[in-house]
């Protein structure tokens, strides 16, 4: 049958309405998607900003520590200087973690951070033996000082490179040429820093080493994202956003998380088996009600539920905000200190918002003992007469950076404070002697 004019005029018509409703859809989820896509990208921008302006922050203060320390001739106040230098170094430690690591400046930039801080550490433990620094140690201080100002240089520059419209997050997460650039001044070896002789957990041997505590098969970014949800379980997740690769140290996904309230965390996994290598949830307490006793029951049941299994609480210390808690593995009632994860509680929502693993993915492994040659009478007639109200137990403790001694810890007082004497289970040996410094602040629990 022939279609009328007026037939015609109404299919024509009708075809006109329908592309223009489809093209008014298709806008509206393009335009959906698009700010979604915005919106991902604006927070993990975000993220990586506030690592970046952090670790800055963190040079210009290390270098403002490193300045006035040529000149400090008190040892208390040298050792106050020293150990502000070492909580920058740790901090900036976090902050470049967030950074895209497959190149040798972020390795080295790592290393230096790393070195610097145990230094300090170093010098610190000489000071409180009450020995001055000697004039080599004042050199290197000098010298440490010229090095942390350039690097800050460097680290500052890319603020110039960030106002031509790249973004932190192309910038850091990924090969950006220019990135590369500023970071030949770390790779060609033009900043040389002296050689740093100390016995610290983070000596080149100890980052290049194998992870023991690693093992499984490796698991993409998407299946990283179910880990995220398990190790954050009861958090109220909105968004779990894949923020980048680390090969530093051990290869790993860092994942930016935004919880309900618009809270931010970050989280750390390695990549083969997924375990969890770090927690970083900022949280402000405002009204601490939780006792030091249910920080530690929280730590044990979050170690437990995570895969984490036999830990043992063995150090407690409360700054009445937060409640931090170190965890060691515990195997046939022998407290292995190398197997560390270290947690932090917010003392109002009894929440973990910290949590640092790197101890335990380099030294966990099930252990063979052979029963010691020294009986534990032995051993006590070994400490000093002096000390009242003994307490022992075996346990393992890290030696000479990359091995470990099997010994006897021995817990004693003497005036009032307490120390920890540390014998070889196997020669007799006094291998350790510390003492508990503020102890009105933390408890080593036995």
């Known amino acids: ?44 921008n975000g993220f990586y900003q506030s690592a970046y302006y952090g670790l800055v922050g963190n040079f210009v203060d290390i270098e403002n520590d490193l300045a006035k320390a040529r000149v400090m001739t008190d040892g208390k106040l040298l050792k106050e200087n020293l150990m502000n230098i070492d909580v920058n170094c740790n901090l900036a430690s976090q902050n470049l973690q967030v950074f895209y690591a497959n190149n040798d400046g972020m390795h080295n930039l790592m290393s230096y951070i790393n070195q610097l801080g145990d230094y300090c550490v ?35 520059s890319l603020q110039d490179v960030a106002k031509d419209g790249t973004t932190f997050a192309q910038l850091l997460s990924a090969n950006n040429q220019q990135f590369e650039d500023i970071l030949s001044g770390i790779n060609n070896g033009s900043i040389e820093y002296p050689s740093l002789i100390y016995d610290g957990p983070f000596s080149d041997g100890v980052i290049q080493r194998e992870a ?15 880990l995220v949800e398990k190790y954050l379980v009861g958090y109220d997740i909105e968004n779990i956003e894949y923020a980048s690769d ?32 770090l927690i ?33 609480a063995v150090w ?32 109002d929502t009894g929440e973990v918002i910290g949590f640092e693993g790197l101890n335990y993915a ?32 075996l346990v393992t403790i890290p030696w000479h950076t990359v091995s470990e001694k099997f010994c006897y810890e021995i817990v004693g007082e003497l005036d009032g404070e307490k120390y920890f004497v540390y014998v070889d289970a196997y020669t007799g040996d006094e291998l350790k002697v510390l003492r508990m410094i503020d102890s009105n602040q933390g408890e080593l629990l036995m």
Not at 250 to 275: H, M, N, T
Not at 362 to 389: C, G, K, M, W
């Open 1 to 44: 049958m022939e279609l009328t004019k007026r037939s015609k005029m109404y299919i024509l018509g009708f075809i006109i309405f329908s592309l223009v409703v489809a093209v008014i859809t298709l806008g509206i989820f393009v335009g959906i998607y698009s700010k979604n896509n915005m919106e991902k990208d604006r927070d993990i």
């Open 122 to 156: 170093f010098l610190i433990k000489q000071l409180e033996q009450g020995k001055s620094l000697t004039t080599s140690q004042m050199e290197n201080i000098n010298k440490l000082w010229g090095v942390s100002k350039e690097y800050g240089k460097l680290l500052n």
């Open 212 to 226: 023991k505590g690693v093992t499984g098969e490796e698991i993409s970014a998407d299946q990283g994202k179910s």
């Open 246 to 277: 680390s090969v530093n140290r051990i290869p790993s996904y860092l994942y930016a998380v935004k919880l309900k309230g618009g809270r931010q965390c970050s989280v750390q996994i390695a990549k083969q088996g997924g375990l969890l290598l």
């Open 280 to 312: 970083d949830l900022f949280h402000e307490v405002t009204e601490p009600t939780l006792t030091t006793e249910q920080c530690k029951k929280v730590a044990e049941q979050y170690c437990e539920s995570i895969g984490f299994k036999n830990m043992k």
């Open 316 to 347: 407690i210390n409360n700054n009445q905000s937060n409640v931090y808690i170190n965890m060691c593995y515990e195997q046939d009632g022998i407290v292995n200190y190398p197997d560390m994860v270290k947690i932090k509680i917010s003392l």
């Open 362 to 393: 380099f030294n966990h492994v099930t252990r063979e003992y052979t029963t010691p040659t020294v009986s534990e009478e032995q051993a006590v007639l070994n400490v000093s007469a002096i000390l009242d109200n003994l307490e022992v137990r």
